[in-house]
């Protein structure tokens, strides 16, 4: 079935320092892919998204290619910010959602 | 945006006692809505897709007579946990894809904290 891994966290950056999240999914069609990401005591929020190879989601600053050669889709950042400590979920969709492990962020000053 | 609330936000129980969970879709009709579950620190767990008319389909490992779920309309769908036990307590959400865009997109609710005492 259709599964999702996700690099495992925490990790642990400084203000500005560059971001990548590794993301990797296996599907037995042509999903959807997703990042959401979960602030502290909030609900799900999309981040981005990209519906078919090749397409880019940014949003914010945030950034991920949908790469169907290498089954990936890594969420990268130039440059973070205190802000953007949070839980991140890779997700695909495709009859139904599946999500990665999720991986947890934090930012210091 | 579409927007997906559920209520109550959090519920405190006492042990052997049911809870309603509500997810309602406020500005569209959703015939289909997804049920979720979250441990703390953990991913979501797919744990159920509501079928407005029709009965829920579980996954693997769910027990369907503790988590009823009722999709009694297009804008509402019911989670009860039944007998509800300590190890019940989680963080449960619901999710529901808006218009014909059925399975590329999907808006959460705010979730439910559960706890069982």
């Known amino acids: 079935g259709n599964s999702v891994t996700q690099m495992e966290g925490p990790v642990t950056l400084s203000e500005e320092a560059f971001l990548t999240i590794n993301c990797t999914y296996t599907?037995?069609?042509?999903?959807?892919l997703f990042w959401y990401v979960q602030y502290p005591g909030e609900g799900l929020q999309l981040l981005l998204k990209a519906t078919k190879a090749d397409d880019k989601g940014s949003n914010k600053g945030f950034e991920a290619t949908y790469r169907k050669e290498t089954t990936s889709f890594h969420l990268e950042k130039g440059s973070v910010q205190v802000s953007d400590s949070a839980v991140y979920f890779c997700?695909?969709?495709?009859?139904?959602?599946?999500f990665g492990a999720g991986t947890r962020l934090t930012v210091k000053p | 945006g579409a927007v997906v609330s559920q209520h109550p936000s959090w519920v405190i129980c006492k042990s052997g006692t049911s809870v309603k969970i509500e997810c309602r879709s406020l500005d569209f009709q959703a015939t289909t809505m997804f049920w979720y579950r979250q441990f703390p620190k953990q991913s979501l767990m797919l744990m159920a897709t509501s079928n407005e008319g029709s009965k829920a389909t579980y996954e693997q490992g769910v027990e369907k007579d503790k988590f009823l779920i009722n999709h009694a309309s297009l804008t509402l769908s019911t989670l009860t946990v039944t007998s509800a036990h300590p190890e019940d307590s989680s963080f449960y959400i619901c999710?529901?894809?808006?218009?014909?865009?059925?399975?590329?997109?999907?808006?959460f609710g705010p979730g439910t904290r559960l706890t069982v005492l």
């Open positions: 997700a695909l969709s495709e009859e139904d959602m599946r």
């Open positions: 999710s529901a894809p808006p218009g014909l865009a059925q399975y590329n997109e999907q808006f």
């Open positions: 599907a037995t069609g042509y999903p959807s």
